[in-house]
Structure formats: structure tokens, C-alpha cells
């Protein structure tokens, strides 16, 4: 069966399903590889609500004593709801419902890595909404480390890579004001570094930049007593992942990160050791940085960005006026895995 089934070969296997002289065991079976064949490149989002159809013919059909069964197909809709495209958080909200409908039986009778899965999604679900103010980051939080508990560096470190990158932007999201706010942090900071631990520039490149380009950020703007000390680490995170990112193959990704690194080095005094003499040096370093970037983000339309840069490129005109610049904060573009 085709995984991208047009309309009519859809409904035609939805026909051929029903009138099949086979068990319901076997429907179910057969309407949940079909459901999971479309979901794998669909070309549409009608084909992923092709696929939520025949999820739910599979519920229908599914013996109520399978309930191991019924939270696979509930956990499988669940990601087929994730993945429609939308622009609020109705389908989210479903989302979210498939998968706490089906743990309890996932919990009680599935495997570690199936329950692990549906609360690595049900993570995501729930970072997203939260940015809507639809779900406390909290719970977000809570289902990543639930995840974690089976997702080890060892067996998987792809999930756990991915989960440490979301677990720290989530962290980063949170407000800042208080003591626990720099601890989280902290442990914003740890997460990235966790993940880099079994990501590397040769065989992930593309996480690798990703990763390198938020650590920098987590870096940048931690509360810290060693403000220079944790942006010289930043300026490293940067280069790394320009080792990757560059304006042919990765242009949006590519101004991000030089953005970033043009927020990070106009805080960096020329002369480490005479930082009273200002840093008109890397200033201009910033500001072509900062040029180029906004450059980029012109041609591709992203008109918040190129405003953004145009407000600091105003600061940083000021600042060489003078020679010397203090501590400025920029805006920095980081990149949650979702």
C-alpha cells in the first residue's frame, strides 16, 4: 500500500477493509499500517486526517478487553493530530488528549520505550501550547524527564539528544527574577552540553549546529558572576556551529547564529586584560556581522528580524561614536527541536 494514498485509493482501502472477510483483529491491524504508511511523508494535511479516520475505524473495530491495543492506536492518533498543521492549537489540544488517554494501559501493560515515546510527543505537545499559555511549562518539563528515565545516552541517544535540546529551551522560557530562575539556567546550560555529549559535528551535523548555536545563547545571557568568561565559551558555541552553517546551503540558520555571535561579541572588551579601553574592534566586527544577517533575513522575508537588527545596528552606531560600550543585550535566535 502506497504511503501517500491520493483520496480515492484511501477511501477504496477504507471499502476493502470493511468488507474483508477477515477478523476485526486483523482490520485493526491492517487500518493501523495503512494509517501509519500515509503518516510517514504525507503530502497534504488531508492525508493526515486520511490517516485519523482510519485510527478511528480501528478503535470502532477493536475489541473493548484490548486495551493495550486501543492506547497504541489511541498514542498513534495522537501523533497524527500532532502533525496536522495549524495555526492555533485545536489539534494540539487533541493531541494532547490522545496521549494522556492512552498511558494508564501504555503504563500498565506496554513497553518502556512505547511509554517514553508518548511522553517525549506529549512533551512537545505541551511546550508548544504553553507558548499559547495553553499548558504550564511545568508538565512539559515533568513528561521530557519522565522520557529521559528510559531515553539514556547509551541505547538512545538520538531521543536523548532531542530531549535535552527541548528540555533546556524549555527551561530558558521560563521567567528569570528569582534564585530558581538562575538555577533553571543552569540547567538549561547542562542540557545543551548533555546533548552535545552524543552529538557530534561529523555524523549530526545539522544538530550539531542547532545544539552549538543554543548553547551559545544559554551561555550569552545566563545570570552569572563571569559575564566574559561565559561569553568567550559563547563565542566558541558560535564558531561551532559555523562550522556547519553557512549562507549557500543554510542561509536563515546561518543569520541566526551570526546574529548571535554579533550580540555576543560586542560585550567582549578588545583586550581582555584592559577592558577599560572598550572594544571598538569587535564592534565593527558586530556590526558588519550584524549587516550581513539582516541582509539574509530581508531576502527571506522575516521582516521581526530585520527590524530587530535594525534597532541594535542604531546602538552599536552609538557605541562606536564613543569608542567604548558596555554591557548591551541583543536579541538571540534560538531553535527548539520540534
Do not use: W
Amino acid at each position: 500500500m502506497s504511503q501517500n494514498l491520493p483520496d480515492h485509493e484511501f477511501n477504496q482501502a477504507l471499502k476493502m477493509i470493511e468488507e474483508e472477510d477477515i477478523s476485526p483483529e486483523e482490520k485493526v491491524e491492517m487500518l493501523m499500517q495503512i494509517a501509519m504508511g500515509i503518516q510517514q511523508k504525507p503530502k497534504n494535511s488531508q492525508q493526515l486526517i486520511n490517516a485519523i479516520i482510519l485510527y478511528d475505524a480501528a478503535l470502532k473495530l477493536c475489541p473493548e478487553n484490548e486495551s493495550l491495543i486501543i492506547a497504541r492506536l489511541e498514542a498513534r492518533k495522537g501523533t497524527a493530530y500532532q502533525a496536522v498543521p495549524e495555526s492555533g492549537t485545536d489539534y494540539l489540544l487533541k493531541a494532547q488528549a490522545q496521549y494522556e488517554v492512552a498511558l494508564p494501559a501504555l503504563n500498565a501493560s506496554g513497553t518502556s520505550e512505547e511509554v517514553a515515546e508518548v511522553e517525549m510527543n506529549l512533551g512537545l505537545v505541551l511546550q508548544t501550547l504553553a507558548s499559547y499559555q495553553k499548558a504550564p511549562i511545568t508538565e512539559c518539563i515533568s513528561a521530557y524527564q519522565r522520557s529521559l528515565k528510559v531515553f539514556d545516552r547509551n541505547k538512545y541517544p538520538t531521543e536523548f539528544a532531542i530531549l535535552h535540546n527541548n528540555l533546556a529551551t524549555a527551561f530558558l522560557s521560563m521567567p528569570m527574577q528569582d534564585e530558581r530562575g538562575k538555577m533553571r539556567e543552569a540547567l538549561a546550560v547542562q542540557s545543551f552540553e548533555s546533548a552535545l555529549e552524543v552529538v557530534n559535528l561529523i555524523d549530526h551535523p545539522s544538530e550539531y549546529a542547532m545544539l552549538q548555536n543554543n548553547l551559545g545563547n544559554a551561555l550569552q545571557y545566563v545570570s552569572s558572576s563571569h559575564p566574559v568568561e561565559n561569553n568567550l565559551r559563547a563565542l566558541d558555541a558560535y564558531d561551532e556551529s559555523l562550522k556547519v552553517r553557512n549562507a549557500l546551503d543554510t542561509p536563515m540558520e546561518y543569520a541566526n547564529t551570526i546574529s548571535n555571535k554579533a550580540n555576543c561579541i560586542r560585550n567582549l572588551p578588545d583586550d581582555l586584560e584592559k577592558p577599560e579601553n572598550g572594544n571598538p574592534h569587535y564592534l565593527l566586527e558586530a556590526r558588519d556581522l550584524y549587516r550581513e544577517a539582516q541582509q539574509m533575513f530581508s531576502q527571506h522575508c522575516d521582516v521581526s528580524k530585520v527590524d530587530a537588527i535594525e534597532e541594535v545596528l542604531v546602538e552599536v552606531e552609538q557605541d562606536l561614536g564613543t569608542s567604548k560600550a558596555g554591557s548591551r543585550e541583543g536579541k538571540g535566535f534560538g531553535e527548539a527541536r520540534i
